[in-house]
């Protein structure tokens, strides 16, 4: 069930997760959901407010809540990835989940973050303008949130086991969502494609969300263009674009002119992948809806289909990332640290493990693998937050490297098989109270270069510079934009490229770093940071809940 109570500025909300049996692609399934809704409810506040979020698991198995760019102050506990700020909710628990809002203003979203329950569990937060204040563009005649995701006709977790325990590459899904419906290219949605009726004349806030598993999406709508207002819970300068390019882990508010001659209008999404098995089945990677005029006309049959990018164009892929710029006003000020004392260079690898006579089902008889700096991440059995926090040792090392074990030519085609094979381990990086962070993500073409949407907990980061190829310390920092960066919370790294993000490390506690691809984050494309506190009171940790779930 899902009430609202906002006396005294807090809401109170339920999100009971149980199974339930939906009907998608001519098939019926049995899959999580969240209140019996898919997508699940979408939560609203505004700036600075805390809310309070029951969550009940009703299903079968373990589940845990993230609140997907809240960056909670001193209040990791309820931030929701599993063994690193907390122990999953077991079936039949409950845990009250305390979401603190602080700068975040726009469109977020809420997911599981616990195997691959995201695929079912997710919604939108939707934060608007505290009181006395407002949008920094014409408040649009309607708001209505754009969900991307995927839908399998199995359940996910056990496609996610069959692709562990072959060491293969995942099964792709069957068809990509808008508000959860693949659209009426598929014969048995027809009936339940998402429609949005315009006004001639009005304008749209779209809150677009991709919650795919994997899938980096270009996302247009027919005949008409898109004005990029916001990003990540941050306004943005406006930047017009025919189509934007939003990867997993991502939101973006853009608004929508009904200025085209009253008609139906496809929107689609098409997957963005330098894979080529995506060559043999791109025209099912398509999902619609239909922005339909008010009015009386006879439609065109079909309606007409956006021009989007090939499915493998990386140029266009990066077109919006480039564009995108902070409002860096007064009441949106830009506070990107000018320069930093602590920086990180990251490698962010596609890998293997050698299996026995070749007998795995990734590459070349190989086990597939993934790393930063050459470490693939091994999940703990005690939550990082609550061993750090009660000094339990044996749990994670602290040692992650600032730089990758070796130095070579990261985006070369043709690389030794000897960089394939990473080290396993549970380290973090331990970063000071106040530290100025620079974070360079280099993508590398071990086993196979891709993009890598990156996302990191507790944090929005400055995105101060990107390009392909190798980074360079001396000629790409004189290239930074230090003046009005887009800020955001998840940042995609470019196939055979690079990305610069910067933040300064005031919000003690531990704090997730992952790939937002659901399969890199299961091979291992993760670490954590933790972030001491400071020296008053103010600048700590608050203490945990009474309710934390038990490992």
């Given at each position: 069930?899902?009430?609202?109570?906002e006396?005294?500025?807090?809401?109170?909300?339920w999100?009971q997760?149980?199974?339930?049996?939906?009907?998608?692609?001519?098939?019926?399934?049995?899959?999580?959901?969240v209140n019996?809704?898919?997508?699940?409810p979408t939560?609203?506040?505004?700036?600075?407010e805390t809310?309070?979020?029951?969550?009940?698991?009703?299903?079968?198995?373990?589940?845990?809540?993230h609140w997907?760019g809240?960056t909670?102050?001193r209040y990791?506990?309820?931030?929701?990835?599993?063994?690193?700020t907390?122990c999953?909710?077991q079936?039949?628990?409950?845990?009250t989940q305390?979401?603190?809002l602080?700068?975040?203003e726009g469109?977020l979203?809420?997911?599981?973050?616990s195997?691959?329950t995201?695929?079912?569990?997710?919604?939108?937060?939707i934060i608007y303008?505290k009181?006395?204040?407002?949008?920094?563009?014409?408040k649009p005649?309607?708001?209505?949130?754009?969900?991307?995701?995927?839908?399998?006709?199995?359940?996910?977790?056990e496609?996610r086991?069959?692709g562990l325990a072959?060491g293969?590459?995942?099964n792709?899904?069957?068809?990509l969502?808008?508000?959860?419906q693949?659209?009426?290219?598929?014969?048995?949605?027809?009936?339940?494609?998402?429609?949005l009726?315009?006004d001639h004349?009005k304008?749209?806030?779209?809150?677009?969300i991709?919650?795919?598993?994997h899938?980096?999406?270009?996302?247009?709508?027919?005949?008409?263009?898109?004005?990029?207002v916001g990003?990540d819970?941050?306004?943005?300068?406006?930047?017009?674009?025919?189509?934007?390019?939003?990867?997993p882990?991502q939101?973006f508010d853009?608004?929508?002119?009904?200025?085209?001659?009253?008609?139906?209008?496809?929107?689609?999404?098409i997957?963005?992948?330098?894979a080529p098995k995506?060559?043999?089945?791109?025209?099912?990677?398509?999902?619609?809806?239909i922005?339909?005029?008010?009015?009386?006309y006879?439609?065109?049959?079909?309606p007409s289909l956006?021009?989007l990018p090939?499915?493998?164009?990386t140029?266009?892929?990066?077109q919006?990332?480039?564009?995108?710029?902070?409002?860096?006003?007064?009441?949106h000020?830009?506070d990107?640290?000018?320069?930093?004392?602590?920086?990180?260079?990251?490698?962010?690898?596609?890998?293997?493990?050698?299996?026995?006579?070749?007998?795995?089902?990734?590459?070349?008889?190989?086990?597939?693998s993934s790393?930063?700096?050459?470490?693939s991440?091994?999940?703990p059995t005690?939550?990082?937050?609550?061993?750090?926090?009660?000094?339990?040792?044996?749990?994670?090392?602290?040692?992650?490297?600032?730089?990758?074990?070796?130095?070579?030519?990261?985006t070369?085609?043709?690389?030794?098989?000897?960089?394939?094979?990473?080290?396993?381990?549970?380290e973090?990086?331990v970063l000071e109270?106040n530290?100025?962070?620079?974070i360079?993500?280099q993508d590398?073409?071990?086993?196979?270069?891709?993009?890598?949407?990156?996302?990191?907990?507790?944090?929005?980061?400055?995105?101060?510079?990107?390009?392909?190829g190798n980074?360079?310390?001396?000629?790409?920092p004189l290239?930074y934009?230090?003046?009005?960066p887009?800020?955001?919370?998840?940042?995609?790294v470019?196939?055979k490229?690079w990305?610069?993000?910067?933040f300064?490390?005031s919000?003690?506690?531990?704090?997730?770093?992952?790939?937002?691809?659901?399969?890199?984050?299961?091979?291992g494309?993760e670490?954590?940071?933790?972030?001491?506190n400071?020296k008053?009171p103010?600048?700590q940790?608050?203490?945990?809940?009474s309710?934390?779930?038990p490992?």
């Open positions: 069930y899902f009430f609202w109570d006396v005294a500025w807090l809401t109170f909300n999100l997760v149980k199974e339930a049996s939906y009907t998608r692609l001519c098939s019926t399934k049995n899959m999580l959901t019996g809704q898919f997508p699940g939560i609203y506040a505004k700036k600075g809310i309070i979020v029951d969550v009940y698991n009703r299903g079968k198995e373990n589940v845990t809540i997907h809240v909670m102050p990791p506990w309820t931030d929701g990835p599993e063994y690193i907390q999953p909710i079936p039949g628990s409950k845990f305390k979401i603190i602080s700068t975040e469109t979203w809420w997911h599981a973050h195997d691959w995201r695929a079912t569990v997710h919604g939108a937060i303008p009181n006395g204040t407002k949008y920094p563009f014409h005649n309607a708001e209505v949130p754009i969900i991307l995701g995927e839908w399998w006709k199995r359940d996910v977790n496609v086991d069959e072959t293969a590459d995942p792709s899904s069957d068809a969502l808008i508000n959860g693949p659209g009426d290219l598929y014969p048995c949605s027809k009936s339940g494609t998402f429609k009726t315009v004349g304008t749209y806030l779209l809150r677009i991709n919650a795919a598993l899938e980096a999406l270009f996302f247009a709508i027919a005949k008409h263009k898109m004005t990029v990003t819970g941050s306004y943005t300068k406006p930047l017009t674009r025919d189509y934007i390019t939003i990867f882990g939101t853009v608004l929508l002119e009904a200025n085209q001659r009253p008609d139906h209008y496809y929107m689609a999404a997957t963005y992948s330098v995506y060559q043999d089945f791109y025209d099912n990677t398509t999902t619609t809806a922005v339909q005029y008010r009015g009386y006879t439609p065109s049959s079909p956006p021009d090939a499915y493998n164009d140029d266009a892929s990066v919006v990332m480039a564009g995108l710029r902070s409002l860096a006003d007064a009441e000020p830009c990107v640290p000018l320069s930093t004392n602590t920086n990180l260079f990251y490698t962010v690898s596609m890998n293997s493990y050698p299996c026995v006579n070749n007998s795995c089902g990734g590459a070349n008889g190989t086990r597939f790393s930063i700096n050459n470490i991440f091994d999940f005690i939550d990082i937050l609550e061993a750090y926090y009660y000094n339990i040792s044996g749990v994670y090392g602290n040692n992650f490297p600032s730089f990758p074990p070796l130095v070579f030519d990261f070369y085609d043709y690389l030794p098989l000897v960089y394939q094979l990473p080290s396993t381990g549970t973090v990086r109270y530290s100025t962070v620079e360079v993500l590398t073409a071990v086993l196979a270069e891709t993009h890598h949407p990156m996302h990191l907990h507790g944090y929005s980061f400055y995105v101060v510079g990107w390009g392909f980074f360079d310390e001396n000629r790409d290239r934009n230090l003046v009005d887009p800020f955001q919370n998840t940042i995609s470019p196939s490229g990305v610069a993000i910067r300064e490390a919000n003690p506690g531990v704090w997730f770093l992952h790939c937002h691809v659901e399969r890199h984050l299961t091979w494309m670490t954590a940071f933790i972030v001491k400071g008053h103010e600048a940790m608050l203490p945990p809940p309710d934390m779930p490992c």
